[in-house]
Nanobody
Framework: QLQLVESGGGLVQPGGSLRLSCTAS????????IGWFRQAPGKEREGVSC????????FYYDSAKGRFTISRDNAKNTVYLQMNSLKSADTAAYYC???????????????WGQGTQVTVSS
């Protein structure tokens, strides 16, 4: 059964850190780029970061630059998103997705997880 499962979300104070995980099963994980997206209430889904399948190149979109780090462990079928210096504006549901290449266009991704909630609040 093809599946992406996110974990690691929660409540954190402004300036704090969280590490999200995205664990895959049921498909050849290392052949796919893995992207992270987020969606806040009343807002469109936006790209956060992506890591390619071929050479592990990393991409960070506007919301993540300088604060987030993406990495992957193909042996564990897992991609991580380390989020530092969190702000209230980072509050959203975070989703990982698998696709053929890295882009912040969500329509290209084939498989999606159910999401994990990140809330940044004092």
């Amino acid at each position: 059964q093809l599946q992406l499962v996110e974990s690691g979300g929660g409540l954190v104070q402004p300036g704090g850190s969280l590490r999200l995980s995205c664990t895959a099963s049921g498909f050849t994980f290392e052949h796919f780029a893995i992207g992270w997206f987020r969606q806040a209430p009343g807002k469109e889904r936006e790209g956060v970061s992506c890591i390619s399948s071929s050479d592990g190149s990393t991409f960070y979109y506007d919301s993540a630059k300088g604060r987030f780090t993406i990495s992957r462990d193909n042996a564990k079928n897992t991609v991580y998103l380390q989020m530092n210096s969190l702000k209230s504006a980072d509050t959203a549901a975070y989703y990982c997705a698998a696709g053929p290449l890295c882009t912040d266009y969500d329509g290209i991704y084939d498989y999606w997880g159910q999401g994990t909630q990140v809330t940044v609040s004092s």
